[in-house]
């Protein structure tokens, strides 16, 4: 899993200029579950990567710290995010103080680390009212053209573990001690056929297919792509997946004190 988790960092540039970003209302969404706005909120932006999500919450006003393990993306964050605190580390063992944040996020990183020792380690950093926050831009599989793309990917690759297609927070195994909710955004963005192949380039099946099985994956792809959008523009659709989790309220115990006569 390591060696799959920091296969990025040898496209950090690449993964930082093609990968999507997210929507406002993924924004919304969290503001709206957790009950609070963003802005002043102390936020552990965990597995961030090359800060993708990380900018939109410093830009809401959030106090974002972004927790990165990879050294190359890591370079890159520190690089196009200078104002921003970054502290190497992983959500395993997470290297901040008990009670000290707000909110704990994790775009498009979850999959990538233990549960048994993320969860515990995100609810022991939380402040009392906090959350967690998982989530995922997810390929609209219901589109056609993407469905089909998504096809060949697993009969070039027979990967489905972290496909540029599939990862995803369905069937999230969190603790029954968490209350969880969920909600999709759907959205998408109009890019060069350059731009589409250099995202799908950039994810770990391709990292660790080989540079030449890549490679004619990705021209051949080109092709396809070519012949469906002649105007060399492909109209990228995702669903947003955001599951948010908190503790669930301590049960209130009865009181033994006798009612007054």
């Known amino acids: 899993m390591t060696r799959r988790a920091l296969s990025f960092d040898a496209v950090a540039d690449q993964y930082d200029t093609a990968r999507p970003g997210y929507p406002p209302a993924l924004f919304d969404a969290v503001e709206e579950l957790t009950g609070r706005p963003l802005h002043g909120a102390r936020v552990?932006?965990?597995?961030?990567?090359?800060?993708?999500?990380?900018?939109?919450?410093?830009?809401?006003?959030a106090r974002v710290v972004a927790v990165e393990p990879g050294p190359g993306m890591a370079a890159r964050l520190r690089r196009v995010l200078p104002g921003v605190p970054l502290v190497r580390g992983s959500g395993d063992a997470l290297p901040f103080a008990a009670g000290s944040a707000d909110l704990v996020t994790y775009a498009q990183s979850w999959h990538w680390t233990d549960p048994a020792r993320s969860v515990?380690?995100?609810?022991?950093?939380?402040?009392p009212g906090g959350a967690l926050a998982l989530w995922w831009n997810v390929s609209d599989t219901e589109v056609p053209w993407i469905a089909a793309q998504g096809d060949r990917i697993h009969r070039w690759t027979r990967d489905s573990a972290h496909g540029?297609?599939?990862?995803?927070?369905r069937g999230l195994d969190l603790p029954g001690t968490l209350e969880r909710t969920e909600r999709q955004v759907p959205w998408g963005r109009r890019v060069p056929v350059d731009t589409h192949l250099a995202n799908l380039g950039s994810h770990s099946v391709f990292q660790l297919l080989g540079e030449r099985s890549t490679a004619g994956f990705l021209a051949a792809e080109r092709a396809a792509l070519l012949s469906e959008?002649?105007?060399g523009t492909v109209p990228e659709a995702y669903v947003t997946e955001l599951t948010l989790a908190r503790p669930l309220n301590p049960p209130v115990t009865p009181s033994l004190t006798p009612p007054r006569p």
Do not use: K, Q
């Open 120 to 127: 515990p380690e995100a609810l022991r950093v939380l402040r």
């Open 44 to 61: 552990l932006d965990v597995g961030a990567g090359t800060g993708i999500a990380t900018r939109p919450l410093h830009e809401r006003g």
């Open 229 to 231: 959008f002649p105007d």
């Open 164 to 169: 540029a297609h599939s990862a995803s927070g």
